[in-house]
């Protein structure tokens, strides 16, 4: 468990920041300080603030043990896209049913708690929370409180809390269910979430690399989490670096290009490109060495598959390449034995490509490959944006093509500036 906001966690942020994210939050102990009264519970007033600001940046989830409404109660006006409550299971499926199961364990466990100083039990409806952060000796009314919960049916799940015991029906969704379910939702890559009980482990446990990213409010050495921050107090440091990764400056018609404004406009188109470079180049290098080739190789043998007899010419234009580059790559992918060249029977003067029978079984879809990321995102995301987002990056080539081109001239840059 490393430290967040120290180290690479930043970096880190900024990659997620530029990526289609959705940030998920518990809210007692995390966005909300614990407090003694449970019922007292709110966010710092700084706190609400940068939770408003990240909400009109991200999409933004809270997922709570409180009942849904309790917590809606509580965003002080952040308008937060998803609402979770009952640790996950509010709102979802067979809610009556969950309803039937928990008025059953109330009616139990009052039976089997009654008189006890300092412990109360909280219908949430679907789940119970038991408190026992009044009672005047904690460690003996948890003992009490568990041997209570041992007698319960067995369609109950028990999970401890900080001074609290949750019983929640057993098989409902958990805070890891209700987390994938919202990032499909959204459509989102990836997810940061961050909590601090241990509820929120349903979600720490979740083994998705690159794709979620888990912080815990604490340092602990029981906790699945990769990250954590040193205290609830550090949230209000997370969300503000959370603001700034995707906080553009107002820019208009009349600004001019060469504005600060326009400049920070750039680096910030900039930042996300450099994301994608980076992103791209670890995804490359993980298949270079899983299936042995690398990215753009494994580019050049899916169009090759789809037109075979290519000559390498054409298939430097289809790659947007200069003829030099894409020689290089072919002359690695015939010494892998993976792609063979021939006269072209039209035109004996010219070579076709082709996949060997050592290439031909690489030219299908794989999982954790580039061109499967590619697919997946095409496949959810409008097709006027694909346009757009095409049309941009086809005009962003040329005009860093014609600053190449601009600055080989040979001398001139030198020469104008010598004294
Ligand atoms: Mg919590």
């Known amino acids: 468990m490393k430290e967040l906001l120290a180290g690479k966690g930043s970096s880190l942020l900024a990659g997620l920041a530029a990526s289609r994210v959705l940030l998920a939050f518990d809210f007692d102990g995390t966005l909300a300080p614990i407090v003694d009264q449970p019922d007292d519970a709110r966010m710092r007033r700084t706190t609400a603030k940068l ?54 364990a109330q009616r139990l466990l009052e039976t089997a708690l009654a008189g006890q100083r300092g412990v109360e039990i909280e219908s ?10 009044r009672a005047p000796r904690k ?21 401890p ?33 961050v909590g601090d009980d241990v509820t929120d482990e349903d979600v720490f446990r979740l083994d998705r690399p690159g794709r979620l990213l888990t912080i815990r409010v604490g340092q602990s050495s029981l906790s699945s989490a990769a990250y954590y921050l040193r205290d609830q107090r550090a949230m209000d440091r997370l969300l503000a670096e959370l603001v700034a990764l995707r ?26 490109l450099w994301a994608l470079n980076h992103s791209l180049e670890a995804l490359s290098g993980n298949m270079t060495a899983r299936l042995g080739i690398t990215a753009q190789q494994r ?34 992918l015939e010494a892998k034995g993976l792609v063979s060249r021939r006269p072209d029977p039209k ?44 049309r941009v990056l086809e005009r962003l080539t040329e005009r860093v093509r014609s600053e190449v081109a601009d600055n080989l001239r040979p001398h001139r840059y030198t020469e104008d500036r010598m004294p």
Do not use: W
Not at 164 to 191: I, R, S, Y
Not at 247 to 272: I, T
């Open 51 to 104: 939770l408003g600001a990240v909400c009109a940046l991200y999409p933004c989830a809270v997922i709570s043990g409180r009942a849904k409404a309790d917590v809606v109660d509580r965003l002080q006006g952040a308008s937060v896209k998803y609402v979770v409550g009952n640790h996950g299971l509010e709102p979802g499926p067979c809610l009556e049913e969950y309803a039937e199961e928990a008025r059953i």
């Open 124 to 133: 949430k409806t679907y789940s119970l929370a038991i408190h026992y952060r």
């Open 139 to 159: 460690e003996a009314a948890r003992k009490l409180i568990s041997r209570a919960v041992a007698t319960l049916p067995r369609s109950m799940r028990v999970v």
């Open 161 to 193: 809390g900080k001074l609290v015991v949750n019983v929640v029906p057993d098989g409902a969704p958990n805070k890891g269910d209700a987390l994938m379910q919202l990032q499909a939702m959204e459509g989102a890559d990836t997810a940061i979430y």
């Open 247 to 272: 906080k553009r400056p107002p820019s208009g018609p009349q600004v001019d290009s060469r504005s600060p404004e326009r400049a920070a406009d750039a680096l910030d188109f900039l930042r996300r």
């Open 299 to 332: 580019l050049v043998i899916r169009l090759l598959g789809k037109y075979p007899g290519l000559p390498p010419g054409r298939l430097a234009a289809l790659l947007h390449l200069d003829p030099g580059t894409i020689s290089a790559t072919l002359r690695r």
């Open 347 to 390: 035109d004996g003067r010219r070579a076709a490509l082709q996949l060997t029978s050592k290439g031909s079984p690489l030219d299908r879809a794989a999982p954790g490959t580039v061109e499967n990321a590619v697919e997946l995102l095409l496949k959810e995301t409008p097709p006027e944006e694909i346009a757009a987002a095409q």
